[in-house]
T-cell receptor
Framework: SAVISQKPSRDICQRGTSLTIQCQVDSQVTMMFWYRQQPGQSLTLIATANQGSEATYESGFVIDKFPISRPNLTFSTLTVSNMSPEDSSIYLC???????????????FGPGTRLTVL | GQQLNQSPQSMFIQEGEDVSMNCTSSSIFNTWLWYKQDPGEGPVLLIALYKAGELTSNGRLTAQFGITRKDSFLNISASIPSDVGIYFCAGHLRAGNNRKLIWGLGTSLAVNP
């Protein structure tokens, strides 16, 4: 599976500021995703990061709040804009790729970015 | 959004015991995935299932893709302390999934040494 890194690993931010999270993959991948995981909860998909075009956002998430870049097949960024304490979560990037069988539907995850907003 | 019904929500067992957890859905899935998440880490893929009835093992872990395509279970045999964590099921719907995963709410496993 691909090796995925995220920066920063954690941050504490002030209300009203913005934070950009980076996701780097060690190989070219077609699909990259951004998730949010609130404390003690499951994963919620924010958007699919599309290379060369605008990201596809899930219901409840908008580009103004969570702008995403995907300049190439190995890198993506997620910005959490105008933060409030409700944005305190773990943010995870994932990539879709084959594990040796099937249609490449498996997703592999980065270590996550733990964000606390004061 | 749509979610999978995952049970149990939490388990507290003795080291050496076997563990079973499952996920069910009212919709047909064409892929079932089982992940484990340790504190402060991202989920790690344990087992991927692609065919109805498929039974796959990974060490002490065994998972099955239900014959109806609407459920899956994960068994852990002879549990050890490092099995502690949160286990998530996830799957792709049969049609138009666009590789979007549907997630269970997780099973939190605690192992008493």
């Amino acid at each position: 599976s691909a090796v995925i890194s995220q920066k920063p690993s954690r941050d504490i931010c002030q209300r009203g500021t913005s934070l950009t999270i980076q996701c780097q993959v060690d190989s070219q991948v077609t699909m990259m995703f951004w998730y949010r995981q609130q404390p003690g909860q499951s994963l919620t998909l924010i958007a699919t990061a599309n290379q060369g075009s605008e990201a596809t956002y899930e219901s409840g998430f908008v580009i103004d709040k969570f702008p995403i870049s995907r300049p190439n097949l190995t890198f993506s960024t997620l910005t959490v804009s105008n933060m409030s304490p409700e944005d305190s979560s773990i943010y995870l990037c994932s990539v879709a790729g084959p594990s040796g069988k099937g249609a490449g539907n498996e997703q592999f995850f980065g270590p996550g970015t733990r964000l606390t907003v004061l | 959004g749509q979610q999978l019904n995952q049970s149990p929500q939490s388990m507290f067992i003795q080291e050496g015991e076997d563990v079973s957890m499952n996920c069910t859905s009212s919709s047909i899935f064409n892929t079932w995935l089982w992940y484990k998440q340790d504190p402060g880490e991202g989920p790690v893929l344990l087992i991927a299932l692609y065919k109805a009835g498929e039974l796959t093992s990974n060490g002490r872990l065994t998972a099955q893709f239900g014959i109806t395509r609407k459920d899956s279970f994960l068994n852990i045999s002879a549990s050890i302390p490092s099995d502690v964590g949160i286990y998530f099921c996830a799957g792709h719907l049969r049609a138009g999934n666009n590789r979007k995963l549907i997630w269970g709410l997780g099973t939190s496993l605690a192992v008493n040494p």
